[in-house]
């Protein structure tokens, strides 16, 4: 078979998944607001965010997470301190203050909760504890005496920074994103030009931080700007710079507040529910952002290899070798897609060697150029089953089932259940579940999948692939997490609950052959804004639903136009991109959009990202409509609308796919925008 839409199914990580999606089929959020003003883009999580596998699971382990609040006030009279909730608190346990710090309490210190009380002020239920500052025979000691005050205190019931089960995996235009910790930020100091939070840990003097808006209590720093750790003062100070790996701190003033900050990328936190997972982003989510994660529970074994595309761009120098971060072993070699400024590179003109992570040219390809290694990690880690959205092999068909009981039997040696003599030399010991009448286990098979619905018993986890291991009779049979592996540790439990047996199998794919088909490029000369049309110098070829990428040509700065969008794609040596932007002390990088007020000088290099509404920097669109007639074509943006345009006169290109590959977007592929050249033929293992 030739010509074919390629469908992509990717499973990535530990085999348990509790959360797989991206941006074009789960919501994101933008211009979110905290109690001191904007914070950061997120996506929420349908899953929660501390959990164990025995208790539905979370994105993190229980015990690693933070727990923090705020105090409003401290009364003399009763020397209680009034609290925003008392979630994660316990007698006896560690509390510490900081920031704008009430009633005589001591920042920084290691405090004892004495009690918890919640009483009703005027039908208001308020949330109140006393502390000691000692610890007595593991009790807390003599209650600390308070004066009255009211403000705004930061109180720290855990010190954590979500400890996750498997790390997750977080792909934005096809570009893994870097984890790392998000911290609250209390307080500046002026002495030692510290920013004080509650801990370091989990942060590196080096790495990239950015500020919500809540940083603007310190005038010094900006917010939603990239600033590195300087240095570390002691277990939770630290000073920053503007440049990396400078040792010149930023100047500070004492100032008291609330902002939190992200290192690298993104970091994944309680949302404001205190129950389900969200991810924070240190850079803004735009529009056509395309980003594709997952999120991992606990899983037993445990298995942390995934398997996902991912690309790496290196600047070509002129060498015949060049060196691989990401992971090349296995069928990589032969699989991977190397590219040279776009052009797909014959695997006769490299070598790629997985013992040392190099790719090696026979001739060296001219500098000045981009070389792209796409690579898929751990193959071994792929495997193509799943109950939604996807059509399988004919008589794959799936079963409904309800489960009545999960039952434990564990029997000792001369320990016999129903009295008597036990001649049975070893333990005894079976996890078993029970079908609900009339169902039966007549259609199982050893090996087979299994998926469980809510509401779930026995501690079996809904919506994750299980595998039968015995089917002991008519109705009895036990299950394992892997094929033929232990059984399942369940509890006595009833119930109703629906599982679905005989999931689609899709065959194993054993090969894929890539073969290299250019697209059709036209220019582009007018948008027009009565019709939302595009006028093309010809529509031959071009079929409704094909894909459809406009591109632009790179500018020196002096040839920027006053109110266009322009992407950094060079940063040059000498331009001035602060005063391109009408900006001040942003230190600008690669792939950042700029709005221009003056046009600019030097050796920089900036790509109109718009031409008539129409977004040149990458984004997909879909050939909607064509009017052969007056060679004008609509598209569809990612959002699947029509693309509203304005009235625009210019000369821009479009690349169309050779195939028609709407479906490829919403299949879920994260980086299907770069390859629209590629036809494919997938062999299936029979």
Not at 630 to 638: A, E, H
Request: with cysteine.
């Amino acid at each position: 078979m030739t010509n074919l839409e390629i469908v992509d199914v990717y499973e990535v990580g530990n085999g348990y998944q509790i959360v797989k999606s991206n941006t074009k089929e789960s919501p994101y959020k933008t211009n979110n607001e905290a109690s001191y003003g904007t914070t950061f883009d997120s996506i929420p999580l349908p899953c929660n965010y501390v959990g164990s596998e025995s208790t539905g699971s979370g994105a993190v382990r229980p015990g690693t997470e933070p727990i923090e609040t705020i105090a409003t006030t401290t009364l003399a009279n009763s020397n209680t301190i009034t609290v925003e909730s008392v979630e994660g608190m316990l007698v006896n346990g560690q509390i510490s203050f900081y920031g704008n710090v009430l009633g005589g309490l001591t920042e920084d210190q290691t405090y004892y909760i004495k009690t918890i009380t919640t009483t009703t002020d005027t039908g208001t239920f308020v949330n109140r504890i006393t502390i000691s500052a000692t610890l007595v025979s593991g009790k807390a000691g003599p209650t600390v005496t308070l004066t009255t005050e009211s403000g705004s205190m930061n109180c720290v019931v855990q010190v954590g920074n979500g400890l996750y089960w498997t790390d997750p995996i977080v792909i934005k235009k096809g570009v893994r994103l870097t984890s790392g910790e998000s911290f609250y930020v209390y307080r500046t100091k002026a002495t030692t030009n510290t920013v004080i939070t509650n801990t370091l840990s989990g942060l590196n003097e080096g790495d990239p931080i950015v500020f919500d808006y809540g940083i603007t209590f310190c005038p010094e720093i900006t917010p939603f700007t990239t600033y590195y750790v300087c240095k570390f003062v002691d277990s939770n100070e630290f000073t920053i710079t503007t440049t990396q790996g400078s040792s010149t701190p930023v100047t500070l003033s004492n100032r008291y507040g609330q902002a939190r900050f992200i290192s690298n990328d993104y970091d994944i936190v309680m949302s404001s529910d205190n129950i389900t997972a969200e991810i924070i982003f240190a850079e803004n989510i735009i529009p056509s952002d395309y980003i594709a994660y997952s999120v991992f529970g606990e899983k037993q074994p445990s298995d942390t290899g995934y398997t996902i595309p991912e690309t790496q761009i290196i600047p070509l120098n002129g060498n015949t070798t060049y060196t691989l971060t990401n992971f090349v072993g296995g069928v990589n070699p032969t699989n991977a897609i190397v590219e040279i400024n776009g052009v797909r590179q014959d695997i006769a003109t490299y070598t790629i060697l997985p013992e040392s992570n190099v790719i090696t040219f026979g001739a060296g390809p001219p500098s000045g150029q981009n070389l792209t290694v796409t690579s898929y990690n751990n193959t071994q880690e792929q495997y193509f089953n799943t109950l939604y959205e996807v059509s399988g092999q004919a008589g794959a068909t799936s079963e409904s089932f309800v489960v009545e009981s999960t039952t434990r039997v564990e029997e000792g040696y001369d320990d016999p259940l129903s009295g008597g003599y036990d001649d049975t030399p070893y333990d005894y010991l079976i996890n078993y579940l029970t079908l609900a009448n009339p169902f039966s286990t007549d259609t199982f098979s050893v090996g087979q999948t299994l998926v469980f619905g809510n509401p779930t018993i026995g501690d079996v986890q809904s919506n994750r692939k299980y595998y039968i291991l015995q089917i002991l009779n008519s109705t009895e049979f036990t299950i394992g997490s892997t094929p033929g592996g232990v059984e399942v540790t369940l509890y006595d439990d009833t119930g109703s609950m629906p599982t679905l047996a005989n999931s689609i199998n899709v065959a194993e794919i054993i090969d894929v052959d890539n073969t290299i088909n250019p697209g059709i490029q036209i220019t582009i000369t007018n948008t027009y804004e009565s019709n939302n049309r595009i006028q093309c110098n010809t529509v031959e070829g071009i079929i409704v639903g094909a894909y459809i990428e406009f591109q632009n040509v790179r500018i020196p700065p002096d040839q920027i136009e006053v109110g266009d969008i322009y992407r950094i794609e060079l940063l040059g040596q000498d331009t001035n991109w602060n005063t391109i932007a009408g900006t001040t002390g942003i230190t600008y990088k690669v792939g950042d959009f700029v709005t221009a007020v003056e046009a600019g000088t030097g050796d920089g290099v900036a790509l109109q990202a718009y031409f008539g509404d129409l977004n040149t920097a990458g984004a997909p669109y879909t050939v909607a409509d064509i009017d052969v007639a007056t060679k004008t074509i609509q598209v569809y943006d990612f959002e699947d609308e029509i693309a509203q345009l304005v009235d625009y006169s210019g000369t821009i290109y479009g690349i169309v796919g050779a195939t028609q590959s709407k479906n490829l977007w919403n299949s879920g592929r994260y980086s299907v925008c770069n390859y629209y050249y590629r036809t494919t033929t997938l062999l299936y293992r029979k």
